[in-house]
């Protein structure tokens, strides 16, 4: 678990502002009758004529990220993963057309000399339902939390507690099974950072907020009921992987959501090193989602 300088965080500041560009680019791109691999292609110009490389292009996975093993799985063949409605993380851009309602998560990331940084919105289309909107927002909010509450000394599963009491407390799954993970010279670095608590995490996961961390941390929450074993923890909604061994989708064809930023960790609270000009629904948090939540399990 590296403890970056100010030096190696401002060079992953600058490819964090290359990434929410990318981003930016990305939100005007996402309308009714474009398709996803149109969406990418303008994620791919955007950091590529900056001088950075898509750092998702070519890759082929992490156990730091979701529970699936990257052993034969082919190279990701994309500068981003476009997720829409029941797909939940790793979309392949292809031939699939935006509509007005869909929900569309746009993750990508950049490699800018040397330097790694990864993020991802969610953007709402046209006439998107209630319901939908809330999940968004949802997210939003627990992203807003993570990056509020951090201070150094807390442990990370301080934070966790209160970004998953978030989305129980609205009524929605978080996706337990896909985690967010250090960042700096490699897209997925130690240590996991997850948006939830079990038991397993605590004993071996866990660790203790520094200056110097930075973290990608990532919520996604999809339109279920959460569920729960017979410890209390959350357990991940069924999903199914597609043949492009990429794509997971929820199984009951729910709509999905995923927003992320890469932060630093400083000596009074967080840095977002991915922050976009995009005004968004980072309002202070909660009294319920200040409350620290009591240990699930």
Request: aromatic share 4%.
């Amino acid at each position: 678990m590296m403890l970056r300088s100010a030096d190696d965080i401002a060079g992953i500041r600058a490819a964090g502002q290359l990434v929410a560009q990318a981003l930016e680019a990305a939100r005007a791109a996402c309308v009714v009758g474009a398709t996803t691999a149109e969406i990418d292609a303008v994620i791919r110009e955007t950091i590529t004529s900056a001088g950075g490389s898509p750092v998702f292009m070519g890759y082929r996975g992490s156990n730091l990220c979701g529970s699936d093993s990257s052993t034969m799985r082919p190279a990701f063949p994309a500068a981003s993963c476009i997720s829409v409605n029941e797909e939940l993380v790793h979309g392949v851009p292809g031939d699939r057309v935006i509509r007005s309602g869909d929900v569309v998560a746009i993750d990508t990331g950049a490699r800018l000399d040397g330097w790694c940084a990864d993020s991802a919105i969610t953007v709402c289309v046209g006439d998107v339902a209630a319901e939908r909107r809330v999940l968004v927002d949802c997210a939003e909010r627990m992203l807003a939390y993570a990056v509020t509450a951090i201070r150094p000394g807390l442990r990370w599963s301080d934070i966790a507690r209160g970004i998953e009491r978030i989305a129980t407390d609205a009524g929605f799954a978080v996706a337990v099974d896909f985690v967010g993970h250090g960042i700096g010279r490699d897209l997925h670095e130690p240590p996991q950072v997850p948006c939830s608590i079990y038991e397993s995490y605590l004993e071996r996961g866990d660790f203790t907020l520094r200056p110097g961390m930075v973290l990608a941390i990532e919520p996604m929450v999809v339109l279920e009921r959460p569920a729960r074993n017979d410890r209390g923890e959350q357990i991940n909604p069924a999903v199914t992987l597609r043949s492009d061994a990429w794509t997971v989708t929820v199984n009951s064809g729910a709509c999905s959501c995923h927003v992320e930023h890469t932060i630093a960790v400083t000596r009074d609270g967080a840095e977002v090193l991915t922050a976009r000009a995009v005004v968004q629904n980072f309002a202070q948090p909660s009294a319920v989602a200040r409350a620290t939540p009591a240990l699930v399990g």
